[in-house]
């Protein structure tokens, strides 16, 4: 078997990588959440944010609690960044295949996990959620998603690869993003898309309302629940809508979304709040299925 044969696959998408090498995410999230690439958990109507690294912890320690799996069960981390999720559930006893479609993702990941000693529990390597042909069928006890879904350039299949994965009985949680379409807002509207195209999150786009829960649902999972987090993150979404502010004027005057869409990403996300939706969703892969399970290809 040859190198080419054994490499994994991974959707060609440069938009994405372009995004994740850009010198203003590579640099935000760095100083401002550590490295970390999910929002924060806080208590409603709290004001000051800091300190960050407590508030993320928090987020995940909420998505352990929604998994709700006995020590030694093995999770899928399906799109894990430099790793902070997956030492988190490490460290709680779980079992965590992790990966990431971005290799200095996975190098630093790599690192982290042995700094933190869990080596013998996270295995950390390059994957793509829409290639999951190298898992077993049943073979994983949960799966989880924190702020990844909403890159998929075909959540569908996405999610019926989660299901063919995870044995029956098994967890699906996702902390993603939702939304409801701006109306009489052409500015918002023109904001959010920006947003979406220039941080390559086409599937942010289309979960609109409940779209995501229907995909769930038409992927096979039952008993699915829904924790709505968005008061929880808004402490964290209003320091980034302060400390964007100016410089989102200049970048405006000049044209230079593009260069810096997590800035404009910080001035529509707070300033039309209320269009927006944090949810925590956590589903089951009934005993029962009734869906094929051979592991299906896309291009």
Not at 66 to 80: F, R
Request: with cysteine; aromatic share 12%; proline share 5%.
């Amino acid at each position: 078997m040859t190198s080419e044969d054994t490499r994994p696959l991974i959707n060609k998408n440069p938009a994405l990588q372009a995004y994740y090498a850009s010198l203003e995410s590579r640099i935000g999230y760095r100083l401002i959440l550590g490295g970390t690439r999910h929002f924060g958990y806080y208590e409603p109507g709290t004001w000051w944010p800091f300190p960050i690294s407590k508030a993320l912890r928090n987020m995940e320690d909420r998505l352990f609690e929604c998994l709700d799996l006995p020590a030694g069960s093995t999770v899928l981390d399906a799109g894990c960044g430099n790793g902070y999720v997956a030492i988190n559930m490490a460290s709680r006893n779980l079992k965590v295949k992790a990966f990431d479609v971005t290799e200095r993702h996975v190098i630093r990941a790599q690192k982290n996990v042995i700094e933190a000693g869990l080596e013998n529990s996270v295995t950390v390597s390059r994957g793509d959620y829409h290639h999951l042909e190298g898992f077993p069928t049943e073979s994983l006890d949960g799966v989880y998603t924190m702020e990844t879904i909403v890159h998929a350039t075909d959540a569908k299949a996405v999610l019926d690869g989660f299901f063919r994965v995870l044995k029956p009985g098994g967890s699906l949680v996702m902390f993603e993003y939702a939304h409801t379409t701006p109306k009489d807002a052409p500015e918002a509207s023109r904001l959010f898309r920006q947003v979406n195209e220039y941080a390559a999150m086409p599937a942010n786009a289309e979960f609109e309302s409940d779209a995501l829960l229907s995909l769930v649902e038409d992927a096979g999972f039952t008993d699915i629940k829904v924790r709505d987090f968005t008061q929880n993150v808004k402490p964290l979404m209003r320091l980034f809508f302060i400390l964007a502010y100016v410089p989102y004027l200049v970048i405006r005057l000049f044209g230079l979304e593009r260069h810096f869409v997590n800035t404009v990403a910080a001035i529509v996300g707070y300033r039309y709040f209320h269009i927006h939706r944090y949810m925590a969703i956590r589903a089951t892969k009934p005993n029962s299925a009734g869906h094929p399970l051979e592991p299906k290809k896309v291009q």
